[in-house]
């Protein structure tokens, strides 16, 4: 694929860091993929463990990667022929409490927090929680610093009432990751249309999952991922879809997960996780649809890129300074 390919969801912590999987995905023709390194699972020891591992991957490969600090380095990496590789969190709980915490992992490389995870934390109430009470006190306190420091404010597992909350306060573009369609296959952790369309009304992008369960097929086919994509094109346009495959190699290890924690996962079944190389299925199939060419850019990378930029670019230092 010539397209710009950006994957904004691969786990990266401890349970699925491997040497495999990024040369894999570079040879599949991606060009940037966003690493999960740490968030509520762990906490802020495990979020640091993250960021050193990918300190030292990219100290001992720097021809093949480079971890993006802001959009240029987007350009760098491609030219260069490296791996660019974006930091996040799914939650928000290794902050411990501290706003300051932001501007600290900032500092550090990150540059996207997914407010909650798979359970409440300070912020606000997951997907998984029977009671959504929305957003706390702390939660919209940390979306405005998420915003002042240039840091993606992500909904992506947060209960359906946090995210219409954390929209509301959000004043950059929202983004849900790793996020499917609710319509299509119902799901604690799926879509309503009204996230969608707030979402895309911020200016963001819904990332669509290659993740079986969270799909009409548990086998993960193009054709599925395809049918969630042209879903949200339908709703609310081309420009607000990406990708956020959330691609797991050895899944063992989740299931496992899955089976002793079913309250994480509530209904997750086991299923085939799209492959990497599949995605040029996926595109075939928005180009038989009739799916103009700058919109498949768009959803292969570009939308991701803009809106990246968007909220990178808006950062205000400490001192006030932009």
């Not at 979020?47 to 030292?56: H, K, N």
């Not at 480079?66 to 350009?75: E, K, L, P, W």
């Not at 996020?179 to 992008?205: H, T, W």
């Not at 991922?225 to 990708?243: K, W």
Request: one cysteine or more.
């Amino acid at each position: 694929m010539k397209e710009l390919v950006w994957d904004k969801t691969l786990a990266w912590n401890a349970w699925f860091r491997d040497d495999v999987t990024l040369p894999r995905l570079k040879r599949a023709g991606y060009n940037v993929v966003g690493l999960t390194i740490g968030g509520d699972n762990g906490g802020r020891a495990a979020a640091m463990l993250g960021l050193e591992s990918v300190a030292r991957m990219v100290e001992q490969h720097p021809s093949q990667y480079r971890v993006v600090h802001d959009i240029a380095d987007v350009d760098v990496a491609v030219s260069a022929g490296q791996l660019a590789l974006e930091l996040n969190f799914q939650g928000t709980a290794c902050l411990e409490g501290r706003l300051e915490a932001v501007e600290e992992f900032h500092r550090r490389g990150v540059r996207q927090m997914g407010l909650v995870w798979n359970a409440d934390n300070e912020a606000g109430c997951s997907a998984t929680s029977t009671q959504d009470t929305g957003l706390t006190a702390f939660g919209h306190r940390l979306v405005r610093e998420m915003n002042r420091a240039g840091v993606i404010v992500d909904g992506t597992h947060a209960g359906y009432r946090t995210t219409m909350d954390a929209m509301e306060v959000c004043d950059a573009p929202f983004v849900f990751s790793h996020g499917n369609v609710d319509a299509i296959e119902p799901s604690y952790k799926n879509l309503k249309d009204d996230q969608i369309s707030r979402c895309a009304e911020s200016g963001g992008v819904v990332g669509i999952s290659g993740f079986g369960t969270y799909l009409d097929d548990l086998q993960a086919s193009p054709a599925a991922m395809f049918r969630q994509i042209d879903y949200v094109c339908e709703l609310v346009g081309a420009q607000h879809v990406g990708l956020g495959l959330d691609f797991v190699r050895d899944a063992q290890p989740l299931w496992e997960k899955v089976r002793t924690h079913p309250q994480l996962w509530p209904g997750v079944r086991e299923s085939r996780f799209l492959p990497p190389e599949e995605i040029e299925g996926v595109r075939d199939l928005m180009h038989k649809a009739g799916y103009p060419q700058k919109d498949i850019a768009g959803i292969l990378g570009e939308n991701w890129k803009r809106v990246s930029g968007a909220v990178w670019s808006k950062r205000v230092s400490p001192d006030g300074n932009c």
